[in-house]
């Protein structure tokens, strides 16, 4: 079936360092890829997404972009903030099912010291 | 538009006793979801809807029933409550004419089971 899997944590930074948090995928056919962000106490949001292979999501200073040759999705900024500080989640869309389900990653929390 | 919603933000119950989890939203989306989420296992999918009076199961349904009486609102139901259903509970939905198949969350309810 298909599955999400993404690089344990925490991790930890100092303030502009760069961030790379790894996200590989396992489906069939050809999902949709999403990395959510939560911050502490709150629900989640969506940071960016991508629907087919090659595409590059961006928001807020984060990309990432769908590799279909080995099957990654991995999140990069070039200068993180404390503000940063949070959990992100990758997901993938269950779109060969037609029911549009989300398959998650366990999430990788991040730490921005100043 | 205040998105998603969700009733009540925190709730303790003792083992045995039932509840019910309120998520509406205001988008006009087909796709409805409740999701779990617990530490180190990302968010599993509990049940799902797909339009008013349809529901189906997710991964992790046993001990969880719910309702879509309306296309706003879906219920989750705890009958019997136990200890392991300490959780966060997520609602999210989505749009069926969106085919990057994007989820819009609620703020959660933070449930602990005694």
């Known amino acids: ?114 | 538009n205040a998105g998603v919603t969700q009733t009540p933000k925190f709730r303790v119950l003792k083992t045995g006793q039932s509840m019910t989890l309120l998520c509406a939203q205001d988008m006009n989306h087909e796709y409805m979801y409740w999701y779990r989420q617990d530490p180190g296992m990302g968010l599993r999918l509990i049940h799902y809807s797909v339009g008013e009076g349809t529901t189906a199961k997710g991964e992790v349904p046993d001990g969880y029933n719910v309702s879509r009486l309306k296309k706003q609102n879906f219920l989750l139901g705890l009958e019997s409550a136990a200890p392991s259903q300490t959780s966060v509970y997520f609602c999210a939905s989505s749009w069926s004419q969106d085919l990057s198949y994007e989820q819009y969350f609620g703020p959660g309810t933070r449930l602990t089971v005694t």
């Open chain 1, 1 to 114: 079936g298909n599955s999400v899997t993404q690089m344990e944590g925490p991790v930890t930074l100092s303030e502009e360092a760069f961030l790379t948090i790894n996200c590989t995928y396992t489906a069939t056919g050809y999902p949709s890829l999403f990395w959510y962000v939560q911050y502490p106490g709150e629900g989640l949001q969506l940071l960016l997404k991508a629907t087919k292979a090659d595409d590059k999501g961006s928001n807020k200073g984060f990309e990432a972009t769908y590799r279909k040759e080995t099957t990654s999705f991995h999140l990069e900024k070039g200068s993180v903030q404390v503000s940063d500080s949070a959990v992100y989640f990758c997901a993938l869309s269950d779109r060969p099912s037609g029911t549009y389900k989300y398959i998650f990653g366990t999430g990788t929390r991040l730490k921005v010291l100043a």
